[in-house]
């Protein structure tokens, strides 16, 4: 009896070990997944960041070419200005 009794218990305790380890496997398992999936969040997080700071350059920069269209000629007056060029030339400097 009592043999049967150690067969049944070292049964139960093999078991029971059997149980720890696959719920430790879950447990690696799950905290792998955890950090993949923290790594592709702050990867996300990073890559948003860059496409603001690309968006903010961009339009930083269509601001300063604005600002520099302000000083070019109108199409209207361009025909004016061209005829007062060659009406008046002025000498560049290049040649002397």
């Given at each position: ?67 520099e269209s302000r000083g070019w000629i109108p199409p209207e007056a361009l025909e004016g200005r061209i005829a ?13």
């Amino acid at each position: 009896m009592q043999v049967d009794q150690l067969r049944r218990l070292r049964t139960a305790s093999r078991q029971q070990d059997r149980a720890k380890q696959q719920l430790e496997r879950e447990i690696r398992d799950a905290e792998r997944a955890v950090e993949v999936a923290a790594l592709r969040l702050s990867s996300a997080i990073r890559q948003d960041m860059r496409q603001h700071t690309i968006k903010q350059h961009k339009e930083a920069r269509r601001q300063a070419l604005l600002e520099e269209s302000r000083g070019w000629i109108p199409p209207e007056a361009l025909e004016g200005r061209i005829a007062a060029a060659l009406d008046n030339p002025q000498p560049l400097g290049m040649a002397d």
